[in-house]
């Protein structure tokens, strides 16, 4: 029994090792070869050194081995309530991005509820061949239930990768005031598209390739909206290519609404402490400096 048992988790961890180095490994070849070219094109372009791409993708090998781990517990929810009892009500609902789960938010809920925010909530979209409509209306039937546990208060939505593109189409097309949303925050979060949308399947992959219509519209919904926006984006995001796409103003880079961090991967986003900090700026737990 112990044998077999001994056996399957050396296969489960030899699929998840191999997983880990092919999507390091070729996203970040990509993004090598994208920032040479952009170089190659405009000499002011960044273009980072070998070597700290190689680190970068070492570091999103151990974060893509480490999701493997936590998979199994991507149907169990944590506990929601703020740490404290006199802590401010601030109701927070994370929403992942393709391919993901809700354990993937594991460390930032954790740092979220340490800091007396929440409380928090998280969702898994699941059906990866859906498109980012459908994610939306799952997501809506979830805001209902949290808003109807918080009556007085407004949500915020916290996205991450396709998590923002679903809480903002959510937000513009398919809440009819039932829902209060406060803000939305994204985080490496592809407005304009990525380039590696081609090596995924489904519809939303089509829906987040460059220039489609889709993005589009849901970019001119967007600038016109009542409420506030917040995105991040890393220049070293190995899945946003190119990686300003993150940002609904690409010709404005730094401003209060939006912010660049210099070095993390897409993965590590979720639990880089540059990115929490912006976070907790954003929803107005400490002050900019």
Same mark, same amino acid.
């Given at each position: ?44 372009? /960044? ?18 081995? *480490? ?36 354990? &993937? ?17 998280? @969702?898994? /979209? ?16 979830? =805001? ?13 939505? @916290? ?14 097309? =398919? ?25 995924? @399947?489904? /519809? ?15 970019? *001119? ?22 990686? &300003? ?17 210099? &070095? ?5 986003? /979720? ?11 954003? =929803? ?6």
């Amino acid at each position: 029994m112990f044998s077999f048992l001994g056996e399957l988790l050396y296969f489960y961890i030899s699929i998840a090792f191999i997983y880990a180095c092919l999507h390091a490994g070729i996203t970040h070849l990509v993004y090598w070869m994208e920032t040479r070219l952009a170089y190659w094109q405009d000499p002011s372009q /960044l273009r980072p050194s070998i070597l700290l791409i190689v680190r970068n993708a070492l570091i999103e090998l151990g974060c893509h081995f *480490a999701r493997a781990f936590l998979l199994p517990f991507s149907s169990f929810r944590a506990n929601v309530h703020p740490i404290s009892a006199e802590a401010p009500v601030t109701p927070i609902l994370l929403v992942h991005g393709y391919a993901q789960n809700q354990s &993937d938010w594991f460390w930032f809920q954790y740092q979220l509820k340490q800091a007396g925010i929440g409380p928090v909530y998280t @969702i898994n /979209l699941w059906n990866t061949m859906g498109g980012i409509e459908s994610h939306a209306e799952k997501l809506g039937k979830t =805001l209902e239930n949290i808003q109807a546990k918080h009556p007085n208060q407004a949500i915020t939505l @916290i996205g991450h990768s396709m998590g923002g593109l679903v809480s903002s189409y959510y937000t513009e097309y =398919l809440n009819k005031g039932n829902v209060n949303i406060h803000k939305i925050i994204t985080l490496g979060t592809p407005f304009y598209g990525t380039r590696l949308a081609s090596l995924g @399947i489904g /519809l939303s992959v089509e829906q987040m390739a460059p220039n489609s219509a889709f993005l589009e519209a849901l970019r *001119a919904k967007i600038e016109s909206a009542s409420v506030p926006y917040y995105h991040l984006a890393s220049q070293m995001d190995n899945m946003i290519v190119p990686w &300003d796409s993150a940002l609904m103003d690409p010709l404005k880079l730094e401003s209060k609404n939006q912010h660049i961090i210099p &070095d993390e991967g897409h993965v590590r986003l /979720l639990i880089s402490p540059q990115v929490f900090e912006q976070v907790k700026i954003w =929803l107005g737990t400490v002050q900019n400096n």
